[in-house]
């Protein structure tokens, strides 16, 4: 059975940076990409990052480049999302997802697992 469990989400003041991890079990962990989403009240899930089983691509989504950094550990089965210059409006519950391939995937639907998602607020 496949987990995904996240930690590292957290109330931080804008400008601040904070750190997601996701930790895997239950296959092959280096053999599908993992991606980040956020979803926000009252609005759809959004893409944040995606990288790819290797971890030889990454993908951030346009809103957050230049500021996120996605990155795994496939010895150890983790995935983790840096956040720095956080604003109020990355305010949302992330979710860590794996993929059903190994290439990087942007839509929700190409991910089959899901974490258990974490809240990251920011202040302004």
């Known amino acids: 059975q496949v987990q995904l469990v996240e930690s590292g989400g957290g109330l931080v003041q804008a400008g601040g940076s904070l750190r997601l991890s996701c930790a895997a079990s239950?296959?092959?962990?280096?053999?599908?990409?993992m991606g980040w989403f956020r979803q926000a009240p009252g609005k759809e899930r959004e893409f944040v990052a995606g990288i790819s089983g290797s971890g030889m691509s990454t993908l951030l989504a346009d809103s957050v480049k230049g500021r996120f950094s996605i990155s795994r550990d496939n010895g150890k089965n983790t995935l983790s999302l840096q956040m720095n210059s956080l604003k109020p409006e990355d305010t949302a519950v992330y979710y860590c997802?794996?993929?059903?391939?190994?290439?990087?995937?942007?839509?929700?639907?190409?991910?089959?697992?899901w974490g258990q998602g974490n809240q990251v607020t920011v202040s302004s």
């Open positions: 997802a794996s993929a059903f391939r190994a290439d990087i995937q942007t839509a929700s639907s190409r991910y089959g697992y």
């Open positions: 239950g296959r092959t962990f280096s053999n599908y990409a």
